[in-house]
């Protein structure tokens, strides 16, 4: 198993030199909470790198400390041993360089979704126009098909609304990576395909590092370029990568109908049964 995929901080094609094709690494990553009984070992001697466009879906068992890993490259979460780096910078907190999807939203309810959108763009782009900022939070709206729905207050909206309006939000800081807890996870399944078509659709034009953690198998290989399988915890690492070799832009059609769709899906489901 290959976690590894770049270890220098060039690499050279064509004989020419290029800066380093990863944008995030996580290198021997460790969390541990105090408990009464001794030390929690959440995580421990996780080693992971993500390259510059990829677009990464991470599964594993419910408690192997996936939303702790993505937390930690969030910033929102203290990191207890090894590091993680995005484009060679230590992550030491939050930041506009990466942006987050949770599996609930977290508007503000007396927002309107405009006004939601617009909270990120101003403090990302202090130095843009107002009619500048303006228009990124409208066109990453009109981006998630809420274009009629601008001034509509977030406690207006149903739960897919407001996911879709929690997608536009992290699009519009255009961040380095986009980091994505089960967005999807709450809704119905009508409303999940329609937001995964929409987020692939989004990314497939802005080609952020996208890392996203799923329950959904179906879901894991019909967004990613790897899935990255965790162990169980305690003491959880990566236990497998699958690369996932779909042409893009996908439809899902195409990757149900791909011969491999198959192959791909069992590979997943024995190792979360083993």
């Not at 959108?117 to 009109?142: E, M, S, W």
Request: glycine share 8%.
């Amino acid at each position: 198993m290959n976690t590894l995929i770049e270890q220098n901080k060039t690499y050279t094609e064509n004989g020419i030199v290029y800066p380093s094709k990863v944008m995030l690494d996580l290198s021997e990553l460790k969390k541990v909470y105090p408990t009464p009984k001794g030390d929690y070992v959440v995580l421990e001697d996780l080693n992971l790198q993500i390259l510059k466009e990829e677009f990464v879906t991470i599964i594993g068992h419910s408690g192997c400390g996936k939303t702790t890993m993505l937390s930690m490259i969030a910033g929102l979460n203290p990191i207890s041993g090894g590091n993680i780096s995005v484009l060679g910078k230590p992550v030491t907190g939050p930041g506009p360089d990466r942006g987050v999807i949770f599996q609930a939203p977290s508007l503000m309810p007396w927002m309107t979704a405009f006004q939601n959108v617009l909270l990120g763009v101003d403090q990302v782009f202090p130095h843009a126009t107002k009619n500048q900022r303006h228009d990124i939070a409208k066109y990453y709206l009109q981006k998630v098909g809420l274009e009629k729905d601008f001034h509509k207050k977030a406690s207006e909206l149903s739960q897919g609304m407001q996911q879709r309006v929690g997608i536009a939000r992290a699009f519009a800081i255009k961040p380095k990576v986009l980091l994505l807890d089960e967005p999807f996870g709450m809704l119905d399944s009508l409303t999940r395909g329609e937001l995964q078509d929409i987020l692939i659709e989004i990314w497939n034009k802005e080609k952020i590092t996208a890392v996203m953690i799923t329950h959904d198998v179906d879901e894991a290989i019909f967004l990613a370029d790897r899935v990255v399988m965790m162990t169980s915890g305690p003491r959880a690492k990566i236990g497998d990568i699958l690369a996932i070799d779909f042409d893009r832009p996908r439809t899902r059609k195409s990757v149900l109908d791909h011969e491999d769709y198959y192959t791909y899906r069992k590979h997943l489901i024995d190792f979360l049964e083993h």
